[in-house]
């Protein structure tokens, strides 16, 4: 079964430092998201991507954050100056083309910001 | 602009208990709808979906959901409950075909006493 990859599976970062959580998706899959859980919390839609581009993004997803698909195969969150309240289960999710509408995520990447 | 809305926070039940999770949403089109469940510890994985059709739909591990149009929700079912089935179960929602985002309620919390 074709799986979603994540790594770090955990990162411990200080306030005010970059973080770049990487995922690798299913490959012939054409959109790409990152979700975000807070512990205790629910499921956050952060940013969807499709086409090389930003085809939708959550009031979350501020100017700290960015993401890119540098080599066709990963796709890449940058928080670039962290906060306590970014620490959070950062979910990757990819799916098929326009007829498939069926996430399927990664195991996620911890982050704990200290 | 889309929501979903699940009833229960926290569910104590006994095995062998029946189940029942609500689930409403908040759209008017033509929606998508999915369960997904999260273990202790993992990541979402989707328990079943709703495109079109038989509006009982039945995923994995004996569960089942309900699509009701006229009443805009989306409750899933277990006739019989297992200690195993201890996780987080959260209701989704994706409008149509494309690159929608996927919006998810807050959870539900099941514990289930051996």
């Known amino acids: 079964e074709p799986e979603v990859t994540q790594t770090p599976s955990h990162q411990v970062t200080q306030m005010g430092q970059e973080v770049i959580l990487r995922c690798v998706p299913i490959s012939n899959h054409l959109y790409f998201y990152w979700y975000r859980q807070i512990l205790g919390q629910k499921v956050e839609f952060l940013v969807s991507f499709y086409n090389n581009e930003i085809s939708e993004k959550s009031e979350i997803f501020d100017d700290q954050f960015s993401v890119e698909r540098p080599d066709g195969s990963n796709f890449t969150l940058k928080i670039r100056s962290t906060k306590l309240e970014d620490s959070a289960m950062y979910f990757c999710a990819s799916k098929g083309g326009a007829g498939a509408n069926v996430l399927t995520f990664g195991a996620g990447s911890r982050l704990t910001v200290l | 602009a889309q929501s979903v809305s699940q009833h229960n926070h926290h569910v104590i039940l006994s095995e062998a208990a029946s189940l029942e999770l609500g689930c409403n949403y908040s759209?008017?089109?033509?929606?998508?709808l999915f369960w997904y469940v999260q273990y202790p510890g993992q990541h979402l994985q989707l328990l079943l979906k709703?495109?079109?059709?038989?509006?009982l739909v039945k995923g994995i591990k004996g569960f089942e959901a309900e699509f009701i149009k006229s009443k805009f929700s989306f409750n899933l079912r277990k006739p019989s409950v297992q200690w195993s089935d201890t996780a987080e179960y959260f209701c989704a929602v994706n409008r149509g075909t494309g690159g929608f985002k996927t919006i998810f309620g807050a959870g539900t919390r099941l514990f289930v006493k051996a």
């Open positions: 709703y495109f079109s059709g038989d509006p």
């Open positions: 759209y008017g089109g033509t929606v998508n």
